[in-house]
């Protein structure tokens, strides 16, 4: 029976799970049966059902095999997928092919072992899969001698941190198992929404791919296309830079109100104070841009130069500053907000941020370039034939109030650097420069002769960008 399964997963690896989110209108059966026989049309060969009721619904009209499997929870167990033998022989007698449960090394309600429910469903000539968390589970269910095994909950219990999109790792580890003589059918699942997340586990070495969500519950997916901004807000945007804290107070999307401060000494009073500005105004929101690298998810500012003193550690957060708060690095918020603009939305976008110092960002299809801690792009620390740093020959902070001519000669060469940097690496459409040295008139000509365009957010590109990054999500 595995060897069939396999080679209808070899005619057409996508597997659709036909479930909605419960309560919503479409948790019906006969609606379900429609979206699976929907796939079905189009080639779909396994489909993959939960529930007692939709299962005896749709198994037999569907005229593909099914995955089965019964979500029930029990007081005191963390287990819901199929979790005790009731579930399974409830399952074996609607006739599914294949019954998928939990792998887990958790204590299921009812005391039996995966080992328990695996013989269970063997004996009754049907395929047992594995819906696994971790690396750990992938072997106990090679142990207990599945024959399927998925990575169905992967970020779901706890014990391996959720990715953003697919655990790719833990499809390759399932199949480096499977390429070391244990033959099993490896199922790929979890958060697959586009077609290059299932070409990339099939690629891996998945022989199947199972989507749900994303094909078949409208209710995920308009949250999932649900624009995150609210104009309504009152937000508080900061730029934090290497010499000044500015502020901007955006109330339902405009700029009403621009301060700027400058920058105390210690990391304890710039909290305080930025703080203490979010109370007197009122917001409901802040979106910080600040020199550093930030993580998107934490606020925590990891790794920071001298150029902003006692920097690294800094935590932007809802915990510190008392109000729900975004924080990305300058060079990505200012890019984010360039991003936003009329002029340049759906565009591949870079930004050059020369202020203090020299930031730098991307954003395409409505996704900021950076790493999963929100590492950016060291623009700022590309070496110049004579050794020093585009930063060093281009920020702020290397330039005197009134730069000589050398000065300025050395800043041209490291801009032209950084610009063709940027469009070798990146390819973008449009490569933004702002920035008090970015916008100063004697580099203007450079910029314009480059092909660069001056930030249309003017002087206050980064306070723009700021008040973006606090809603931002990444895709």
């Given amino acids: 029976m595995l060897q069939n399964l396999l080679a209808m997963l070899q005619d057409c690896p996508l597997i659709v799970s036909a479930q909605a989110s419960e309560g919503a209108a479409v948790d019906d059966p006969e609606t379900l049966f429609r979206l699976a026989k929907t796939s079905v049309d189009q080639g779909v060969q396994v489909v993959r059902l939960q529930g007692a009721e939709n299962i005896r619904h749709i198994k037999d009209r569907i005229g593909v095999p099914v995955i089965g499997l019964i979500k029930k929870s029990f007081p005191g167990s963390e287990v819901y997928i199929t979790p005790t033998a009731q579930e399974v022989r409830r399952l074996i007698a609607l006739g599914c092919q294949i019954i998928a449960m939990d792998a ?21 000539g049907c395929l047992a899969m594995a819906d696994c968390d971790s690396p750990e589970a992938v072997d106990y269910a090679f142990e207990c001698d599945v024959d399927l095994v ?12 959720m990715t953003v999109g697919p655990d790719f790792d833990l499809v390759r580890y399932a199949c480096d198992k499977t390429a070391k003589g244990r033959r099993k059918a490896i199922i790929a699942e979890g958060r697959y929404a586009q077609r290059w997340q299932v070409e990339a586990a099939l690629n891996i070495g998945a022989h199947g791919v199972v989507v749900g969500g994303a094909i078949n519950d409208p209710l995920k997916q308009t949250r999932a296309m649900m624009p995150s901004g609210q104009a309504n807000e009152r937000v508080l945007a900061v730029d934090l830079g290497g010499t000044w804290i500015r502020y901007g107070l955006f109330d339902e999307g405009r700029l009403v109100e621009v301060e700027k401060v400058e920058r105390p000494a210690g990391r304890d009073e710039r909290i305080a104070a930025i703080r203490q500005r979010a109370k007197e105004l009122k917001v409901q929101r802040i979106g910080v841009g600040t020199g550093g690298t930030v993580d998107p998810k934490t606020g925590e500012v990891w790794e920071a130069k001298e150029i902003i003193p006692d920097h690294a550690g800094t935590v932007l957060s809802f915990d510190t500053l008392g109000v729900p708060t975004i924080a990305l690095n300058d060079g990505l918020a200012t890019s984010w907000g360039h991003a936003c603009h009329p002029d340049l939305a759906g565009k591949r976008v870079a930004t050059l941020a020369l202020g203090t110092g020299v930031g730098a960002g991307f954003v395409a299809e409505g996704r900021i370039f950076c790493g999963p801690r929100g590492e950016y792009l060291r623009v700022n620390d590309l070496y110049l034939p004579d050794g020093s740093t585009v930063e060093e020959a281009l920020g702020g902070a290397a330039l005197t ?16 650097y950084a610009v063709e940097y940027l469009r070798t690496a990146y390819f973008p459409d449009e490569i933004v420069v702002c920035g008090g040295v970015g916008l100063s008139e004697w580099l203007r000509a450079e910029v314009e002769a480059s092909g660069c365009l001056p930030s249309p957010n003017g002087e206050n590109a980064g306070l723009i960008g700021a008040f973006h990054a606090a809603y931002y999500r990444q895709s």
Avoid: H
């Fill in 104 to 124: 887990t090394p958790r204590p299921r309600p009812d005391g039996s072992s995966l080992d328990d429910l695996v013989a269970l469903i063997q004996d009754a």
């Fill in 150 to 161: 998925g990575t169905t909950l992967a970020g779901y219990t706890g014990a391996r941190p």
């Fill in 401 to 416: 109030n009134q730069p000589s001519e050398e000065q300025k000669a050395k800043a041209v060469t490291a801009f032209r």
